[in-house]
């Protein structure tokens, strides 16, 4: 009998989502529209602004790893936000305008540079193991901490895609607004990201620390 | 589709990011390889596992309210209590 997929529930909200407190309010197999698909945002900047901040503040220390680093960037990200409002097309997409607005924040802090320019994917130091496979790790439902190792030692290209499509569930098209690539660069770079957790998680260096 | 054509668009299958006719496509050679399913099943719990892992830090009370503050410090007008109104209030008086 071959398997069946049962997809993540689609949630549907025809304004920006109440997504606080976190984690409590943050199903999974929530979804926000896509660009194409949602109505434009149309509001106030708080209005618009403050649903995110959890989950800008989360993004904030995947990318700094770092408390205060990420408090700094959320706190710098909202005022330029704010002065550049008035610059932001009513009825368009506030989540990736905002989300930008933080990545490119980031990687012109010098975190973010020494980030970007450091790492690469060839630099990881895999460990391929024989006996601990990416499957029998996650049908054994091995700890989130394990997973989250795994993220940390993404590049910071892999990472940042990975946690705006599985985390954010963002559209392929909306991330390409949020990191300026075309939509083919998204998808190859979620490919790549995958492959790479997936070496991650089977190699000992993850599964065992 | 084949094997090799479902395996390039899996990541988009489990993302919701295809077409509906890829969508349509792509369930029918699931339906009929065991192979494809469970690999397209084991995207999907990764993607799960991925997200359930990743939602991990929380913004303190203190830090969100210290960013509406700052919100709205910025938002009030800056002229809002200028000489123009104590000025026009002497001359009405």
Known sequence: ?209 | MTCEEVGRMLDAYVDENCSPEERTAIEAHLHSCTSCASAALRRLQMKRATREAAARYSPSPDFRRRIEESIRAKQRPAHWFSWGRPLAALATA
């Open chain 1, 1 to 209: 009998m071959p398997l069946v997929l049962a997809q993540p529930a689609r949630w549907i909200c025809p304004q920006q989502p109440a997504i606080e407190p976190w984690p409590d309010n943050f199903p999974l197999g929530y979804t926000v529209h896509s660009v194409t698909e949602r109505a434009g945002d149309t509001g106030s900047f708080e209005e618009l602004a403050m649903p995110h901040f959890a989950r800008l503040f989360n993004f904030a220390c995947w990318l700094t790893a770092e408390k205060a680093a990420a408090e700094d960037l959320v706190q710098e990200t909202y005022m330029k936000a704010l002065r550049g409002f008035s610059g932001f097309q009513q009825g368009t997409n506030f989540r990736a305008w905002i989300y930008r607005i933080l990545r490119n924040t980031f990687l012109t802090s010098q975190a973010g540079l020494k980030n970007s320019t450091s790492i690469d994917d060839d630099e990881i130091a895999f460990e391929p193991s024989t006996d601990v496979t990416p499957e029998a790790i996650l049908i054994a439902q091995v700890e989130q901490e394990t997973i989250r190792r795994a993220l940390e030692q993404l590049p910071l290209n892999s990472r940042e895609v990975i946690l705006l499509c599985d985390l954010e569930e963002m559209s392929y098209q909306e991330i390409s607004q949020t990191i300026g690539v075309p939509i083919g660069t998204v998808m190859s770079r979620i490919a790549r990201a995958r492959k790479s957790m997936r070496t991650l998680l089977g190699s000992r260096k993850v599964a065992t620390q």
